[in-house]
């Protein structure tokens, strides 16, 4: 089994769209969607949900109106100022805002009337699905929640458990745009990474910022330049780049309005065989080829 990751050091460079259309070329295969934050791919595989799990990520706190006296420490020791003192008279004397609260737990050692406790707070959601191209692992955190990274851990997990219990031999999966805590959980003991990036200026400089990332991890790092012909300056700037420094480049798509009208419509820029669009404009467009023979290159790599 390998697992092959797709990256992108910043949102909009095409990551999901080209993922989507892995999903539709490769065989033998369980998709997963760690970008859970903002997770679209099912926007693109129209997934049939089969199994839906809560996602505890933290714990906050939550207060025993019959021990709390109203005394104000727990507000005064919150350097989050998520605990407002309302009324020590009135029944809920102090109020915590769960938006504002990291879960830090300060709170609950400074009572001194052991009125709060923590408990685990729900924080979203992963599920199991079923697609036209295979099985698919995502997940929904709700917004403003942490513990992104535990989440994408709890989903690579469970794509790993399907790929090995239905002797599948390849893991694909969307990856969160960046460099930080989810990004990392996605990386770690991956066979292969491919970073998908585009010729601009935000494209170049946070390209190389994870390419130095997944370096420390010391994963094999392939690269595509997507919509490469809108600067093609900067993407034999980019190319020159990757020989400079050892990373093969595998692809380059070019820029084609057929993929927003793909997008559109709600499916990937390939569409797979015998569907409604197979021989649609989209699906036989330039962008559409250069993905299919990306695939390709990609899948040597994982062979």
């Given at each position: 089994?390998?697992?092959?990751?797709?990256?992108?050091?910043?949102?909009?460079?095409?990551?999901t769209?080209?993922?989507?259309?892995?999903?539709?070329?490769?065989?033998?295969?369980?998709?997963?969607?760690?970008?859970v934050?903002?997770?679209?791919?099912?926007?693109?595989?129209?997934?049939?949900?089969?199994?839906?799990?809560?996602?505890?990520?933290?714990?906050?706190?939550?207060?025993?109106?019959?021990?709390?006296?109203?005394?104000?420490?727990?507000?005064?020791?919150?350097?989050?100022?998520?605990?407002?003192?309302i009324?020590?008279?009135?029944?809920?004397?102090?109020?915590?805002?769960?938006?504002?609260?990291?879960?830090?737990?300060?709170?609950?050692?400074?009572?001194?009337?052991?009125?709060?406790?923590?408990?685990?707070?729900?924080?979203?959601?992963?599920?199991?699905?079923?697609?036209?191209?295979?099985?698919?692992?995502?997940?929904?955190?709700?917004?403003?929640?942490?513990?992104?990274?535990?989440?994408?851990?709890?989903?690579?997990?469970?794509?790993?458990?399907?790929?090995?219990?239905?002797?599948?031999?390849?893991?694909?999966?969307?990856?969160?745009?960046?460099?930080?805590c989810?990004?990392?959980?996605?990386?770690?003991g991956i066979?292969?990474?491919?970073?998908?990036?585009?010729?601009?200026?935000?494209?170049?400089?946070?390209?190389?910022?994870?390419?130095?990332?997944?370096?420390?991890?010391?994963?094999?790092?392939l690269v595509?330049?997507?919509?490469?012909?809108?600067?093609?300056?900067?993407?034999?700037?980019?190319?020159?780049?990757?020989?400079?420094?050892?990373?093969?480049?595998?692809?380059?798509?070019?820029?084609?309005?057929?993929?927003?009208?793909?997008?559109?419509?709600?499916?990937?820029?390939?569409?797979?065989?015998?569907?409604?669009?197979?021989?649609?404009?989209?699906?036989?467009?330039?962008?559409?080829?250069?993905?299919?023979?990306?695939?390709?290159k990609?899948?040597?790599?994982?062979?």
């Open positions: 089994m390998k697992e092959l990751l797709v990256v992108s050091g910043k949102g909009g460079t095409g990551k769209s080209i993922v989507g259309s892995f999903a539709v070329l490769a065989k033998d295969k369980v998709l997963a969607d760690c970008d934050d903002a997770a679209d791919l099912h926007l693109l595989l129209k997934p049939h949900i089969r199994q839906t799990n809560e996602f505890y990520g933290s714990k906050k706190p939550v207060i025993d109106y019959r021990k709390c006296n109203g005394c104000g420490i727990c507000a005064e020791s919150c350097r989050f100022e998520a605990i407002d003192k009324n020590a008279s009135s029944d809920r004397k102090v109020k915590i805002d769960h938006i504002t609260c990291e879960g830090c737990g300060v709170c609950f050692w400074a009572c001194p009337k052991d009125a709060i406790t923590l408990k685990d707070h729900l924080s979203g959601y992963w599920f199991i699905s079923d697609t036209s191209f295979g099985p698919l692992v995502h997940a929904r955190l709700t917004p403003g929640e942490e513990n992104s990274g535990k989440l994408v851990t709890q989903v690579r997990r469970e794509a790993q458990l399907i790929a090995k219990g239905q002797g599948l031999s390849y893991i694909i999966t969307d990856g969160p745009p960046g460099i930080g989810p990004v990392i959980a996605s990386i770690s066979d292969l990474a491919l970073i998908i990036t585009e010729p601009t200026v935000a494209g170049i400089h946070d390209f190389k910022r994870l390419l130095e990332l997944i370096r420390h991890f010391k994963v094999k790092t595509c330049i997507n919509k490469y012909d809108l600067d093609e300056k900067k993407s034999k700037e980019m190319e020159h780049y990757c020989r400079s420094e050892g990373i093969d480049l595998v692809g380059k798509i070019p820029f084609d309005e057929e993929v927003v009208k793909a997008l559109a419509k709600g499916m990937p820029p390939v569409a797979p065989t015998g569907h409604i669009f197979e021989h649609s404009r989209h699906n036989e467009g330039k962008a559409s080829k250069a993905i299919r023979e990306l695939w390709t990609v899948l040597t790599y994982l062979e």
